[in-house]
């Protein structure tokens, strides 16, 4: 498989955000691909991102930092780094971002979607 990498966003340290690369599957999950992404995050004390639902299942290991995180109203977690956490499909995403207001989250997101549409 030919990865289709669009190119990814500078960040600080002269690392890249945003999608690293995106492979297509084939056999039983033809129509699907993996996403691979990296985000930083930056939030004030006690916020948040928007409440969401990803169009996948995703997998995310914390690279650097910690990570205050919740799906489905569950109760918050604080993932530390080299911790990682897993939304399920159709998973609502209801908390999301940095345990520390002064410090960045680097996380790398794994997604597993329907593949889109050129």
């Given at each position: 498989m030919t990865p289709q990498s669009p190119?990814?966003?500078?960040?600080a340290g002269g690392q890249s955000l945003?999608?690293?690369?995106?492979h297509a599957l084939a056999g039983a999950l033809e129509g699907h691909e993996i996403v691979l992404s990296r985000s930083?995050?930056?939030?004030f004390p006690g916020t948040s991102t928007p409440v969401h639902r990803h169009p996948g299942v995703v997998l995310a290991f914390v690279l650097e930092g910690r990570v205050r995180f919740?799906?489905?109203?569950?109760?918050?977690q604080v993932i530390p780094t080299g911790g990682t956490?897993?939304?399920?499909?159709g998973a609502v995403h209801t908390t999301s971002g940095s345990a520390s207001a002064d410090e960045p989250t680097r996380i790398l997101v794994f997604e597993l979607r329907l593949k889109e549409q050129a």
């Amino acid at each position: 498989m030919t990865p289709q990498s669009p190119a990814p966003l500078p960040a600080a340290g002269g690392q890249s955000l945003g999608v690293i690369a995106r492979h297509a599957l084939a056999g039983a999950l033809e129509g699907h691909e993996i996403v691979l992404s990296r985000s930083v995050m930056r939030h004030f004390p006690g916020t948040s991102t928007p409440v969401h639902r990803h169009p996948g299942v995703v997998l995310a290991f914390v690279l650097e930092g910690r990570v205050r995180f919740a799906i489905n109203n569950e109760p918050e977690q604080v993932i530390p780094t080299g911790g990682t956490f897993f939304e399920p499909l159709g998973a609502v995403h209801t908390t999301s971002g940095s345990a520390s207001a002064d410090e960045p989250t680097r996380i790398l997101v794994f997604e597993l979607r329907l593949k889109e549409q050129a």
